[in-house]
Nanobody
Framework: QVQLVESGGGLVQAGASLRLSCAASGRTFSSYAMGWFRQAPGKEREFVAD???????YYANSVKGRFTISRDNAKNTGYLQMNSLKPEDTAVYYCAASENGGIKYDYWGQGTQVTVSS
């Protein structure tokens, strides 16, 4: 089992950048695929990006080219670099860990708020 804690959210203006971090503890972080999801007010949670054990990355079309997912297994930490932020990126961002390569996410953090003003 792994525990996840997100940080790095905040209030920024459109066009700015933020880097979210996801600190993992418990079982070896490197054995999990890691993903980022977000949920805006009144909307369902949606996939943002993930990184598989192979290192392959996948992105939602809405963030492709602006967001970059990465991980540092030595530090048990995952990251989401978000550039050129838009007001529609406003949401609570969650990191998650998958025991089955990203098919299903089993462990979730508590979320961090990202607010982008226009």
């Amino acid at each position: 089992q792994v525990q996840l804690v997100e940080s790095g959210g905040g209030l920024v203006q459109a066009g700015a950048s933020l880097r979210l971090s996801c600190a993992a503890s418990g079982r070896t972080f490197s054995s999990y695929a890691m993903g980022w999801f977000r949920q805006a007010p009144g909307k369902e949670r949606e996939f943002v990006a993930d990184i598989r054990l192979s290192g392959l990355t996948y992105y939602a079309n809405s963030v492709k080219g602006r967001f970059t997912i990465s991980r540092d297994n030595a530090k048990n930490t995952g990251y989401l670099q978000m550039n050129s932020l838009k007001p529609e990126d406003t949401a609570v961002y969650y990191c998650a860990a998958s025991e089955n390569g990203g098919i299903k996410y089993d462990y979730w953090g508590q979320g961090t708020q990202v607010t982008v003003s226009s």
